[in-house]
């Protein structure tokens, strides 16, 4: 079969992806300590906060979906919104890691926790501006289905392993930087915790060379599905393009009962921490899960030609339950022993492509079962949905494992310097395995329901591809 892409596009896509969730992951799994232990907020509010600004950006969303359908740019409808959001995720990634002595909670107050919302929420802004397009250009780099799915396969790896990059970046920076060149740092700080300086470099790194990779989507992807320029949209329009996309439905209700799925990444610097000594060990944690991660991403495109994705996605999201569940058991009433412990985060790794490159495949899907309906091709409005469903999930999952860690003493006994409690642990690592599996099979449900697989995607997939040969060879008799 034709193949569209080359290795260039499909790498540019993959480190564009890979960049862009470098600085996703670090807001996820820094921003929380940062404020904390720089700025003395409260974790349990700022995980709140958290999840109001992003909940409040949301509205965001279907803004930039239906000016993507309004596109009509050389550079296509998607790549002019991710050239725009680089400039805002670069100002705003460094100054949500910027520290403001006089803005500290016990000389500021509440003002702190005004601030906090105010930058995080022009960073959630921006983070749309890339997010939105980033997603949404997929469903049109290849009007093949199956090749889709495998470049989506290999992009969401490369995706997985950058939102897990800031547990090593983050070290690195902090072994690198020369005690003179720490320039935030003050009077009497040390090493360990992380001090100011070292969050501000580490972010200021991440996202340069982070909107670096992003900008190589702009320079070396194509835009190949054909879509009618210049279309404008009402609200009434976007809503009926989701109402009448049944398969969609159930991919975004799966999203929602599963939100959890990915709150440990919300709380790994407070889980390394306390279950293995130190932040700077975080690596320890992204790197187990993470190598799981990449092996299901690797055999998912396989399992779905195997089983087809409503097989694959039941079978993962069942066994990231039984797993994650499993871990938990064993580590707070058999053994708490770390190599025990590595081995069942590798294993609950296997299960990550049911949360970040399955929606992906079945959305792209969705967009294609929408067009054969209707002939209508809506990816603005769609991949908007999807960005908001993750942003609001993600910020759920955050906000729900930083209560977890606010009730179980975690800043107590750090703010007095004593031992973590086998409490503490036990609590930590059930919202870190446990509660997140728990959710992974609440997700399944839906997906019984869903039929866009096998001899059906194959047919849409035919069926809109001979449309469109028809339409090109239309054009060229005219």
Excluded at 152 to 169: P, R
Excluded at 205 to 215: D, I, K, N, Q, V
Aim: one cysteine or more; glycine letters at 8%.
């Amino acid at each position: 079969m034709k193949k569209y892409m080359n290795i260039k596009e499909i790498l540019a896509y993959s480190l564009g992806l890979f960049g862009f969730q470098a600085i996703v992951g670090l807001l996820n799994s820094y921003q929380a300590e940062f404020y904390g232990s720089i700025m003395g907020a409260s974790l349990a509010v700022v995980g709140i906060i958290i999840l109001v600004a992003k909940v409040v950006s949301a509205i965001f969303d279907p803004i930039v979906g239906n000016k993507i359908e309004g596109t009509n740019s050389k550079l296509g409808k998607f790549k002019p919104f991710i050239l725009a959001s680089i400039p805002v995720l670069l100002i705003f990634t460094a100054i949500v890691f910027f520290d403001i002595p006089g803005l500290h909670f016990d000389k500021a107050g509440n003002k702190l926790y005004i601030y906090i919302f105010v930058t995080f929420l022009f960073w959630c802004l921006g983070m749309t501006l890339a997010d939105v397009p980033t997603q949404g250009i997929a469903s049109v780099l290849t009007p093949d289905a199956n090749e889709r799915t495998n470049v989506v396969s290999i992009a969401n790896t490369a995706k997985q392993i950058g939102f897990a990059a800031c547990a090593v970046i983050v070290p690195i920076i902090c072994l690198i930087i020369p005690e003179g060149s720490k320039v935030l740092v003050k009077k009497g700080e040390t090493d360990t915790p992380m001090i100011a300086g070292e969050y501000f470099w580490s972010a200021l790194a991440t996202a340069a060379a982070g909107c670096l990779l992003m900008a190589l989507i702009v320079l070396w992807n194509k835009e190949r599905v054909p879509y009618t320029a210049g279309e404008k949209n009402t609200f009434k329009d976007m809503i009926g393009a989701i109402k009448g996309n049944k398969p969609l439905i159930l991919v975004i209700v799966s999203y929602f009962l599963g939100f959890g799925r990915q709150m440990a990444m919300g709380i790994q610097v407070q889980a390394a921490n306390a279950l293995i000594g130190s932040q700077n060990l975080v690596i320890i944690l992204g790197i187990t899960t993470a190598i799981g991660s990449m092996i299901s991403m690797a055999i998912t495109p396989v399992l779905i030609k195997k089983l087809g994705e409503k097989v694959t996605y039941l079978a993962l999201s069942i066994y990231g339950f039984v797993i994650s569940v499993a871990a938990y058991i064993v580590f707070a009433y058999v053994t708490n022993n770390q190599i025990v412990m590595y081995v069942f985060l590798f294993l609950i790794g296997l299960q990550f492509s049911a949360v970040t490159l399955m929606p992906m495949i079945m959305t792209a899907d969705c967009v294609d079962y929408y067009e054969y309906e209707t002939g209508k091709r809506k990816e603005g409005p769609v991949y908007a949905l999807l960005s908001l469903t993750i942003k609001v999930c993600l910020a759920l999952g955050t906000a729900l494992g930083l209560i977890f860690v606010g009730k179980s003493g975690y800043s107590e006994a750090l703010a007095a310097g004593e031992a973590f409690s086998d409490s503490t642990k036990n609590m930590i690592f059930f919202a870190y395995t446990a509660m997140p599996g728990i959710l992974a099979l609440l997700s399944a449900i839906p997906i019984f329901k869903y039929d866009i697989y096998g001899e059906k995607k194959a047919k849409i997939s035919a069926e809109l591809q001979a449309r469109r040969e028809a339409a090109s060879t239309a054009e060229v008799t005219e």
